[in-house]
């Protein structure tokens, strides 16, 4: 079993940053490969970003490369999303996700836990 539980959401103005955390509680969490998605009320859950168990395995939405990054430290069972030139359609509630297995996946669905969200507002 694995809690997760974000932190670091609030509100920027165009062309600002935030960063993310993700904290996973759980014996085997730093095994896991990690993933970022977000949802607003008029679109569906969308990947944003994921992570492998192993930090080189990254990937990315088109929407968000170049922008965001993602990273984990396992020693402190933190997963990360560095988000630079944040514009008002990265408005989103963000969510921390994890899957019991090393290698990072693209779909929501494949993620078996779930942080509680985070709320990201990018203003103009």
Request: hydrophobic share 35%; glycine share 12%; with cysteine.
């Amino acid at each position: 079993q694995v809690q997760l539980v974000e932190f670091g959401g609030g509100l920027v103005q165009a062309g600002g940053s935030l960063r993310l955390s993700c904290a996973a509680s759980g014996r085997t969490s730093s095994s896991y490969a990690m993933g970022w998605f977000r949802q607003t009320p008029e679109k569906e859950r969308e990947f944003v970003a994921a992570i492998g168990r192993y930090s080189w395995s990254t990937y990315y939405a088109e929407s968000v490369k170049g922008r965001f990054t993602i990273s984990r430290d396992n020693t402190k069972n933190t997963v990360y999303l560095q988000m630079n030139s944040l514009k008002p359609e990265d408005t989103a509630v963000y969510y921390c996700a994890a899957r019991d297995v090393g290698t990072a996946a693209l779909v929501g669905d494949m993620y078996g836990y779930w942080g509680q969200g985070t709320q990201v507002t990018v203003s103009s």
